[in-house]
């Protein structure tokens, strides 16, 4: 929950560019203009995907992995900015990462693409300086999202194409 005049006063919005993660980029500019930051361990917010497929996030987007990518720049510039514990850091640069396997996934699955565009989307993470450093310093717990991420990185696309 946002107090109405923080965002008011500081003109925050969604911002029109982005077609995904834009809330988690508005929670960031929140969170730098804020005095004050509670966290309360409440839920009041529920993500709900559906399986239509009508949902943003379920669509191919062919500019996902641009976005995430600025997205990644983005949130590291803000984030940088905070004090916060290398836990939280880690807990952050995870879930970065999530993000670019979760799109790359997307990618491997969309049976519109050819072999050479899905290498294309493959190459843009694993040749962005950012993303090979974050890569090297975030511990994922998943074993799955562990080799996924070593696949991508290591260029290894057609073993990552088939991969779940």
Not at 7 to 29: A, V
Not at 87 to 108: A, L, V, Y
């Amino acid at each position: 929950m946002y107090r109405t005049d923080l965002i008011r006063s500081n003109r925050l919005i969604f911002r029109k560019n982005y077609n995904i993660n834009e809330d988690l980029i508005f929670c960031i500019e929140v969170m730098q203009n804020a005095n004050k930051i509670t966290i309360i361990n409440d839920y009041y917010y529920k993500y709900i995907q559906h399986s239509s497929g009508k949902s943003l996030v379920s669509k191919y987007n062919e500019n996902a992995i641009d976005t995430c990518i600025d997205f990644m720049e983005t949130l590291i510039k803000y984030y940088s900015k905070f004090n916060l514990t290398n836990n939280i850091k880690d807990e952050i640069n995870e879930c970065i990462i999530k993000r670019f396997i979760f799109f790359i996934q997307k990618i491997r699955k969309n049976n519109q693409l050819t072999l050479s565009e899905k290498k294309k989307h493959f190459e843009k993470v694993s040749n962005n300086d950012i993303v090979r450093q974050l890569y090297k310093k975030t511990k994922l717990k998943s074993k799955k999202d562990k080799i996924k991420m070593f696949i991508i990185m290591n260029k290894l696309y057609r073993f990552g194409l088939m991969i779940e």
